[in-house]
């Protein structure tokens, strides 16, 4: 369920409650809306009771403001995964930071070229993250809004990056790592994804 930075702080705690008390439904939060105005202590309660309670925990930050909104999401809120992340590149102790915690980073290259995060795909930092041993996953931000699909995102990443199956497979094993699943879905997942990768035709 999703909570937005612009609003009361404490509808975000009452999502969070309404998430908790729906886990065979819900299974996490995020945190999203308008990080350039509106940072997200605020809304650290809504957080901790999320936590507090084992809902995993998402934060959009470092698509139009700075790094120090993925700082403030990873140290105030706890955050497992960050949305967009781009402008970690800005602070590479932060990103040695992300590494260490393996904090996932839902990268959208076509929605940051459309918010103009990024000039262009072939100035988008992915590879960067990626060669860093970040946990980049590849993401649409909102197939109808940004007019894309995962599909496309890696065909253009192919286009503009010269990307390779190494780094598709790399992103979906990072993508499977970072999923709000149970244990035997992830591995589930993983074995199909290890056949596919192989070449493999995957078990149903």
Do not use: Y
Not at 5 to 16: G, K, L, M, W
Not at 19 to 44: M, R, S, T, W, Y
Request: glycine residues 6%; proline residues 3%.
């Amino acid at each position: 369920m999703c909570c937005i930075r612009q609003q009361d702080p404490s509808v975000s705690f009452e999502i969070t409650k309404l998430a908790a008390d729906n886990q065979d439904k819900v299974c996490g939060i995020d945190l999203a809306g308008d990080e350039f105005g509106f940072p997200g202590n605020p809304h650290v309660n809504a957080f901790i009771l999320a936590e507090r309670a084992g809902l995993r925990r998402t934060v959009h930050a470092g698509e139009a403001a700075g790094s120090d909104r993925i700082q403030e999401a990873i140290d105030v809120l706890h955050a497992e995964r960050i949305g967009h992340g781009v402008r970690v590149v800005e602070n590479p102790r932060l990103m040695s930071l992300l590494k260490d915690k393996a904090v996932a980073l839902e990268v959208c290259p076509q929605s940051n070229v459309q918010t103009r995060a990024v000039d262009s795909l072939e100035a988008h930092p992915i590879d960067n993250l990626l060669k860093r041993g970040l946990r980049v996953t590849v993401n649409t931000d909102g197939r109808t809004l940004s007019a894309t699909s995962c599909t496309r995102e890696f065909q253009n990443l192919f286009r503009h990056k010269g990307w390779t199956l190494d780094e598709f497979w790399q992103c979906q094993f990072h993508a499977i790592s970072a999923a709000f699943v149970s244990r035997d879905i992830r591995r589930l997942l993983e074995a199909r994804i290890q056949r596919a990768s192989k070449g493999e035709r995957p078990n149903e």
